[in-house]
């Protein structure tokens, strides 16, 4: 080893155990209730500008000692009261301290707005934030479902235990630009890119703070901070110690419009903290919670525009409903008599001597019209047996006066369901972090892993089409080729030659059309092996349980072991640079893809992906009403250009507490892991990552052996196939095509935003709170996903099946594309199937703006009345050919009203949410999501005997279930009775 720097080693040793051994200052004291007198127990107590602090005895009364000579300033904190500073000036100093209860709004000091402490008042962006008294007196059946609550901010719930946080607009069920942190730590799940609610966050006992900031936040936290952040911190286990528990239990699924029956739902959490001789502390945490989820069971048709039986009040015969699995294989008969394989088995059913279906498929008897396989009730496929597990555990050591070395474990497992794509069971999941951090007052060093483990999950679709597979004795296709036969053969049985059909007046040629396939539906689900969930349930979970066992392509199951590593690092110059603030710091990420080739393309071994980044920020107070900031940014990952984000911002205050706000600033967000390297087959389609990589692996491109263009937008297939099956002749048909050729590529790149903000936060009369916010925001490389078809084309084989289209050898095959399946590249290099959906950037600016307001006000008596409105609006930007996905409501309104202390045992809080309809588009589902209102409430009383708190509570307690997303469960009404016990309450 280099001898100098054994020597610094040494050197810090000795000076690290000089140190501990020489305590300078020591100070002791009582800690009261100023108006009763009462000690005050669990109070934090601590030591400004170190990392040190005490807390309070069953007495109120505290010591520590500090390795500095006074003067020092202690900071007194307890939830509730008024904080003071006091300065201690002499060793051995006693005091007494008093302290009074809070009555004023907008004290609360925030970090996450600059990543420095300042009043919430003179933020210089749009901040929310919930303290322990917010979190534990909130309305809603969780502190998590209680951010709702908030103003900016919209909530998508794919399960009773998943929600989904957004802010401004383009909201989704997994929302790739919002981020979480949690303790410092991101808790997407590095697969998908998104954070997983509270899954494996701290439960109600363990949350000291919430902060959200909606809207761009890349000039300090960087990629994906796009449409906010929000920051949950635990409690330190040096200022929160002692045990505390919780136990809750209720019912769901209540009331007349329950669409399940009413279940029982159970939580239980518990807490034990303990610090030891002020130098180290430690905290354990376990939750664990389960319950019968909500239930998806719409059945909205994503193809009810197809319909062709919607004039007479008929069933679509190729319906895809959403809580419906199964029906997403479907086809055209208007398809069949281009298919050779129909025409055997056509020409196989004889109806009498020179007569079969392939006669009446010939004369043009079936239909324009989509077939789909009768599904079954997404409750016999998905598993809604909602459960989770948390542990959460912390190791704290201080070093010194000055550093504190920690260890933080976060580790969720469970059963939960979520809406992508598709609806995924995930069952048996699980997602563990690991944090290590170096703290001081003015820096930090943290280091983390998520990992993440797919468990039992599975692709509810999928499992249906395996299922249907089984059933139908080789593949869902002979099932839709045999209900085309069986289709006919009922003309037949009634009487009607080959042609006549056609020939009948409209009206009845429906009539006759519906009862055919109503027939064929008939005949083909008593042909094929029955499997219906409650009269053959034996057999039902018998092949359930068979066809569950195996992952894509040849199960419904997916294997994902991806992990995330992360490093951070941030510097405060405070005690150096003492004109203005200054700060800088980085991070490093490393994402390690482990999918075994079924989410991406690793079957030879895990896919790494690199990013790193560094900012700085200033701020000054320029007068004593203008203090002005900025920031920037640097960030790089390995498949894309570096981004540069600036951040300006200006706080203007008159008369001490009206604060005019305003900033300009830049986001980007990255293409997800999916975004860049995703090969996932949907059944009708493969999902591929924007990367070139990609287009060349699938020849997305393609040309045949003579050069012509092969490949086509979806948008002009779609067009194509109506053409044809309405029954205009190939050549024009083929004129409704588009072709896509290499001159299209256009690989993904990171998606920007500019954002304007201008706000006002005043706290009026000392008793009014008003926070005010505009912005407005363009996006440029707005990331969108488009669709390529690519078609067969004609080899000498194929010729003699396509003479009505005059084709030649080497011609692009038409027929090839007349039904969509997923683009596959086969082990021999070869490609079946036709349909990608890849990744992609639009080329114009999307434009989008919003505002909202938030009012409290103080009553006599702790009485607090308050609300918020927003409004949030999608300008421009998207053509028919592109899915907006703003998804999100106009205009939406929270009111509040509650008093945690109406005598000193009893209190309550009440919450009215209302939002109005809104239009969903996403690659899951398109269509509306009805308006909607629901009333949150519960009601407190204070057990001083055991130090508990019993809690009665109903959500939604107006009885209309909701949905919050298309495809999404519907929420119905819940009730609850909790008891919380904390061995320090006061």
Known sequence: MNRNVTKWILSAFLTLIWSFSFAQTTVSGKVIDAETGEPLIGTQILVKGTVLGTISDVNGDFALSVQSDPPITLVITYVGYERQEIEVTASGQSLDIQLAESTLLGQEVVVSASRVE??????????????????????APSYYEGIANLKGVDVASSSINFQIINSRGFGSTGNTRFVQLIDGMDTQAPALNFPIGNLNGPSVLDVESVELIPGASSALYGPNAFNGILLINSKNPFEYQGLSAFVKTGVNHVGDNADQDPALMNTFSARYAKAINNKFAFKFNITYSTADDWHGTSDFDRNAANNPFASIGGTNPGSDRLHFHGDEAAINLAIFPFSSTFGALARSRNFGPGLSANNYAEAGDLPNHVVSVTPW??????????????????????????????YLYNGGFGTSIYTGAQRYSLTNFSIQQHRLQLRADNFFVRTYATIENSGDSYITEFLALKMNDNRSGGGVSTYLATYGVNYLEYLNNEGYQPGEVQTLPADQQLLVQ???????????????????????????QRVKNEELDGTIPFGPKFSDATKMYQTDVQYDFKNQIDFMEFQMGGSYRIFDLRSD????????????????????QAGKRVSDNLKLSGSVRFDKNENFDGQVNPRISAVYTVADNHNFRASVQTGFRNPTTQGQYIDLNTISTRLLGGLQENYDRYDLARTSSTGEVLAFTGGSVNAFRNSIFSGNGFDNAIQELETFTTGDIKPVVPEEVRSVEVGYKSLISNKLLVDAVYYHNTYTSFITQIRIVVAGEHTSESLPSAQA???????????????????????????????????????????????????????????????????????GGFTENNLTEFNTPEHKYNIKFGNRKVTDKFGFNVTYRWQEAFRWE???????IPSYSTLDAQVSYKLDEFKSVLKLGGSNIMGDPYNQSLGGPNIGTMYYLSLTFDELMN
């Not at 962006?125 to 309305?139: F, G, P, R, W, Y």
């Not at 996403?922 to 509306?928: E, L, M, R, V, W």
Request: hydrophobic share 35%; net charge negative; charged share 20%.
């Open 805 to 875: 289209t005059g084709a030649q050898e080497g011609d692009a095959n038409y027929l090839t594309i007349l039904n969509g399946s997923a683009l596959t590249l086969n082990s021999d290099g070869s490609f079946t199937g036709n349909t990608a959906q890849i990744y992609s950037n639009l080329d114009d600016e999307v434009t989008s703006q919003g505002a909202a307001i938030g009012l409290t006000y103080n009553l006599p008596r702790g009485y607090t009345i308050g609300g918020n409105y927003n409004w949030n609006r999608l300008e």
């Open 514 to 540: 519906q009862a055919a396939h109503q027939y064929a539906r008939g005949l083909n689900d008593n042909q094929f092996f029955p499997l219906d969930p409650i009269e053959q349930a034996e057999d039902f």
């Open 118 to 139: 300042e009043n919430i008042l003179q933020s210089p962006v749009s901040i929310e934030k919930m303290d322990i008294l917010a979190v534990q007196n909130t309305s």
């Open 597 to 616: 080739g079924t989410i991406f393309p690793d079957q030879d071994g895990g896919i790494q992906i690199n990013e790193y980044g560094a900012y700085m």
């Open 922 to 928: 996403s690659s899951f589902a398109i269509g509306d």
């Open 377 to 406: 009730e997404e409750k016999y496929l998905a598993d809604y047996g909602a459960e989770n597990l948390k542990f959460n555990t912390g190791l704290f050591y201080r070093l010194n006066d000055d550093l504190e070395l920690s």
